[in-house]
Nanobody
Framework: QVQLVESGGGSVQAGGSLRLSCAAS????????MAWFRQSPGKKREGIAA???????SYADSVKGRFDVSRDNSKNTLYLQMNNLEPEDTAMYYC???????????????????WGQGTPVTVSS
């Protein structure tokens, strides 16, 4: 059983930065792929960044060039560095994980089977 615990959310003004973390417990195979999703009220959950254990990354177009996903395998921790934040980035951010899979570059909610509780991010204009 994998447990994922997010932290680092908060409130920031537009143009600012935040760094989210996700601490994982469980087997390394179960967290081969880790990803960040976000969900705003009334909107579907969106996959925004993913990274494999060996460092292969994928990004949604909405965050490409502004967000950077990374992980520290020795600490079983996933990170999301968010720069140049916009009010449209306001959402609950979730960490997710799954075992090995062939990546198409898409970050789909249905591909991930372990989820954290989320950490809120609010960006004011």
């Amino acid at each position: 059983q994998v447990q994922l615990v997010e932290s680092g959310g908060g409130s920031v003004q537009a143009g600012g930065s935040l760094r989210l973390s996700c601490a994982a417990s469980g087997s390394s195979v179960s967290v081969w792929w880790m990803a960040w999703f976000r969900q705003s009220p009334g909107k579907k959950r969106e996959g925004i960044a993913a990274i494999s254990r060996d460092g292969v990354t994928s990004y949604a177009d909405s965050v490409k060039g502004r967000f950077d996903v990374s992980r520290d395998n020795s600490k079983n921790t996933l990170y999301l560095q968010m720069n140049n934040l916009e009010p449209e980035d306001t959402a609950m951010y979730y960490c997710a994980s799954r075992g090995p899979m062939y990546s198409t570059g898409q970050i789909l909610q249905t591909d991930f089977n372990s989820w954290g509780q989320g950490t809120p991010v609010t960006v004011s204009s």
